[in-house]
C-alpha cells in the first residue's frame, strides 16, 4: 500500500453495449414464452388435459442439453462472423422458420406435430441461447456484469412480455397462426442486432481441435476447489421459483377463472414492470453487496413470495391479489436472476465460455423443464393449495447448500473489492 488513493475502473457500461445487451435479451426471451406459457395458454383453452398440459413443459429440455452441443461454438466459427457472432445469426435464422412452423400447425388436432416443432424452437433458441451467453461473458468486464446483465435480462423480460401477454391479446383476435408468425418476424431484431454487433476479442483463446473444446471445458472447471458445490447449488438455487411458475398460466386461467385478456394485461405486463426493476435494481445492488448475501438475500425473497401463490389458491379470483402476488413475485425473481447470471458468468473461464455457460445454466433449468414436467399430476394429487407450499418448501434445500458452501463461491464480492 503506497497511502495514495488509486483511481478507481469505471462500473459504468458504455451506452451502446447497454443497447446491444437489452436486443440480444429481447432475441434471447422471445422464443421461450411461444413453447411455455403461451403455449400452456393455448392448450389450456384447447381443454387438453391438465396432465398432458404438464408433460409438454419437456419439449424445454433442449435448455437442459445445450451443454452436450455448446462446444461446437467455442471450436468453430461460423458464415465469417467469429464464433459468437455467427452462431448467434444461424440460430436465429433457424428459430424464424421453427417458429412459422410452429404457427402453421397450431390445432388441437396436431399435438403431436405441434410438440415436434415447439422442440425444434426449444432447440435453436437453447442454440441461440449457448452463443448469447458466450458473447455477454466475453464482452461485459467483471465490473459491468452486475449492470449489464440487469439490463440484458429487462430486455429478456420485454420479449417475454411481447411472446406472452401481447400474443395472448392479439390470439384472441386473429387466432394462433397469424400470432406466432408475427413472433417470427419479430425474431429479426435479433438478427440485426447480430450483424451490427461486435465479435469479442478472442485472443488466441479459441480451442485448436473439437476434442480440446470438449474435454478440455470440463477439465479446467472440475480441477477448481469447490466445483461440485457450485453445480449443486446452480441446480437447487431456483429449484422452488422455477416450479412455482411451471402450471401459472393454467391456475390463473382454470383455477380461479381469469380470461387469457386479464392474464395478458395483469400477469404479463405487470410482472414485466417488476422483473425489470427487479433485475436492474439488483444489478445495481450487486455493484456493492458481496455474492454471498446477494444470493442469500434474493433467495429467500423468492421463496417467500411462493406464498402468495398459495394464499390466491385459498382466498379465489382476486384483481388486487393477482396484481400483488405478480408483482412480489417477479420482482424478486428478477433480483435472484441477477445474481445467479452473474454467478454464472464468474464460474466461466473465457476460453469455454460458450460451454461452462451452457452446463451451469442448463443445470438452473431443470427444475422448470424436468421436474416442471410433473406439476400437473401434483396439483392433480394434492391441489393447488398443497403444490404451492411444496414450491415454497422447494426453495429451502438450495439456500442451505448456499449458506453451508458459501466459502466456496468464486469470489467474495461482485464490485471487485474483495478477493476469490
Known amino acids: 500500500m503506497t497511502g495514495r488513493m488509486e483511481p478507481k475502473p469505471s462500473q459504468t457500461v458504455s451506452g451502446r ?72 445469426l444461424l440460430s ?27 422442440l425444434a424452437v426449444a432447440f435453436f433458441s437453447a442454440t441461440q441461447d449457448v452463443a448469447v451467453d458466450a458473447y455477454r461473458t466475453d464482452s461485459l468486464k467483471e465490473r459491468e456484469r452486475g449492470l449489464g446483465t440487469g439490463v440484458f435480462i429487462s430486455g429478456y423480460r420485454v420479449a417475454m412480455l411481447v411472446s406472452g401477454a401481447l400474443a395472448l391479446i392479439i390470439a384472441a383476435s386473429v387466432g394462433w397462426r397469424y400470432t406466432y408468425w408475427l413472433m417470427a418476424g419479430l425474431m ?103 455474492l454471498y448475501p446477494a444470493l442469500m438475500g434474493f433467495g429467500i425473497l423468492q421463496a417467500l413470495t411462493n406464498l402468495g401463490f398459495w394464499f390466491l389458491a385459498l382466498i379465489g379470483k382476486s384483481y388486487l391479489g393477482m396484481a400483488a402476488v405478480v408483482a412480489l413475485e417477479n420482482l424478486t425473481g428478477g433480483m435472484g436472476a441477477s445474481a445467479v447470471t452473474a454467478l454464472l458468468m464468474a464460474l466461466c473461464n473465457a476460453r469455454y465460455s460458450a460451454t461452462q455457460f451452457a452446463l451451469l445454466s442448463a443445470l438452473a433449468a431443470v427444475g422448470r423443464i424436468l421436474i416442471g414436467a410433473r406439476s400437473g399430476y401434483m396439483v392433480e394429487a394434492w391441489g393447488w393449495p398443497q403444490f404451492f407450499l411444496v414450491t415454497c418448501a422447494a426453495a429451502i434445500p438450495g439456500l442451505v447448500v448456499l449458506h453451508l458452501w458459501r466459502n466456496r463461491l468464486p469470489m467474495s464480492t461482485l464490485n471487485g473489492s474483495g478477493a476469490a
Open 188 to 290: 429479426m431484431i435479433g438478427v440485426l442486432t447480430t450483424l451490427n454487433a461486435r465479435e469479442p476479442d478472442a485472443d488466441g483463446q479459441q480451442p485448436r481441435t473439437l476434442r480440446a473444446a470438449v474435454v478440455e471445458p470440463f477439465l479446467d472447471y472440475f480441477s477448481r476447489r469447490g466445483a461440485a458445490a457450485m453445480l449443486v447449488l446452480v441446480l437447487l438455487y431456483k429449484l422452488g421459483d422455477a416450479l412455482a411458475g411451471s402450471l401459472s398460466t393454467t391456475f390463473f386461467i382454470r383455477e380461479l377463472g381469469f380470461t387469457m385478456q386479464e392474464v395478458g394485461l395483469i400477469n404479463k405486463v405487470l410482472g414485466l414492470a417488476a422483473t425489470i426493476l427487479g433485475a436492474i435494481a439488483g444489478g445495481l445492488w450487486m455493484t456493492r453487496l458481496r
Open 17 to 88: 453495449r447497454l443497447v446491444e445487451m437489452a436486443l440480444l435479451g429481447f432475441a434471447s426471451g422471445l422464443p421461450l414464452a411461444l413453447t411455455a406459457s403461451t403455449m400452456q395458454a393455448w392448450l389450456t383453452v384447447a381443454n387438453v388435459d391438465i396432465r398432458k398440459i404438464g408433460l409438454f413443459n419437456q419439449v424445454q429440455i433442449p435448455y437442459t442439453l445445450k451443454f452436450l452441443w455448446s462446444p461446437l461454438v467455442d471450436r468453430y466459427s461460423l458464415l465469417g462472423l467469429g464464433r459468437r457472432r455467427g452462431w448467434m
Open 92 to 118: 436465429q435464422l433457424a428459430l424464424i422458420a421453427a417458429i412459422v412452423c410452429m404457427g402453421m400447425l397450431a390445432s388441437a388436432e396436431h399435438l403431436p406435430l405441434v410438440a415436434v416443432a415447439a
